[in-house]
């Protein structure tokens, strides 16, 4: 790749018009019905796993832009005293979408003025937020087959390197290793164990712009699986810094803007990635239904496996 590559990839897998003109949902299209009744008969136990990050002030953000929950109470029980014994208690959080485990929509990124599927820049407003391609749109949809790569247990660590790039290579390497496949309509995880280092209590480097994550081969290996959302334990999907020259986040360019792909963020996959580990199945029905924010550019989500 040489500078701004990164476009004629974006334009050779464009998914721009693939689902009409009209689409806000981009690759969410790919997970159908069958594809939920499916992700269904997967559950064999009803075991559950949190892929969720505790919305508290404890969370990895050091301030500005995006700080952690704020939750204050604005009534409590012990205020009540009804003449049936009834008490009533009410709260109220504040909080960027995009402070903890979350999803980026199809408004999130674009460049050269336009996000997916050809929304100008100025569908996004200060008034109304994003009047296209909002996450409310893809909210409810999100329930169908999980695959987890653990690409941390594939190199054999405890997590991945600062910076450590995971290529379409990786992934197939690690689909081998596993026995299982991703395919059309499918969340795909993948694991590089970087969750612990927010779990270790080093928020710094948790978000640090030496994060390992996904490379740019990645882009075409998704979209050739038809993935309909991509997650990782990290905190930006992508690797960082970036090994293409003269930009800072080409995946989330590629693959938000030009796919349509949904991606999620900071998703932690410790006790689901043990699980699969003991029992050898990595294939899971996945709900990460996220909060119908109308104009949201982005969503907090408690996203659940079930096995
Ligand atoms: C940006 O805000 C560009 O990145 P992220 O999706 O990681 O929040």
């Known amino acids: 790749m040489t500078d701004f590559e990164f476009k004629a990839l974006g334009a050779k897998l464009s998914n721009w018009g693939r689902w009409g003109d009209d689409d806000q949902l981009g690759t969410v299209n790919f997970i159908t019905p069958e594809k939920r009744r499916a992700a ?25 832009s995006r700080f952690n929950p704020i939750h204050k109470m604005t009534k409590l029980l012990t205020d009540f005293a009804a003449p049936d014994g009834m008490m ?27 996000v997916y599927n050809g929304v100008p820049a100025s ?36 997590h991945l390197d600062f910076s450590e790039e995971i290529t379409a290579d990786d992934l197939d390497a690690a689909e081998q290793r596993q026995g299982v496949r991703a395919g059309s309509g499918d969340v795909l995880l993948f ?17 640090s712009r ?32 970036s090994t293409e020259p003269g930009t800072g986040l080409p995946l989330h360019m590629v ?21 699969c580990a003991q029992d050898g199945v990595w294939e899971f029905m996945f709900s990460g239904i996220g909060i119908k924010v109308t104009g949201s550019v982005g969503s907090p989500v408690t996203p659940i496996a079930i096995k």
């Not at 997967?42 to 404890?58: A, E, H, I, S, Y």
């Not at 693959?255 to 699980?275: H, K, Q, S, V, Y």
Request: net charge negative.
């Open 123 to 158: 569908a996004v407003t200060a008034m109304s937020g994003a009047t296209r391609n909002s996450f409310s749109q893809v909210a409810p949809r999100l329930i169908t087959r999980g695959v987890l790569l653990d690409i941390a247990a594939l190199k054999g660590k405890e």
């Open 210 to 241: 030496r994060s390992p994550g996904l490379g740019i081969s990645a882009c075409e290996w998704l979209h050739d699986r038809e993935i309909a959302a991509v997650a990782g334990d990290n905190f930006a999907v992508e690797v960082m810094p």
């Open 40 to 64: 269904a008969a997967l559950v064999k136990t009803g075991t559950t796993f949190d892929l969720g990050m505790p919305f508290d002030d404890k969370g990895p953000q050091a301030g500005g």
């Open 255 to 275: 693959l938000i803007r030009d796919l349509g792909l949904t991606l999620g963020e900071m998703f932690n996959l410790e006790e689901l990635a043990a699980a």
């Open 88 to 114: 009533v208690a009410d709260d109220i959080v504040i909080m960027p979408l995009q402070c903890a485990t979350q999803w980026d929509s199809l408004a999130h990124v674009g460049y050269d003025g336009f």
């Open 191 to 207: 694991r590089t164990g970087w969750y612990q280092v927010f779990l270790n209590g080093d928020s710094e480097n948790y978000l």
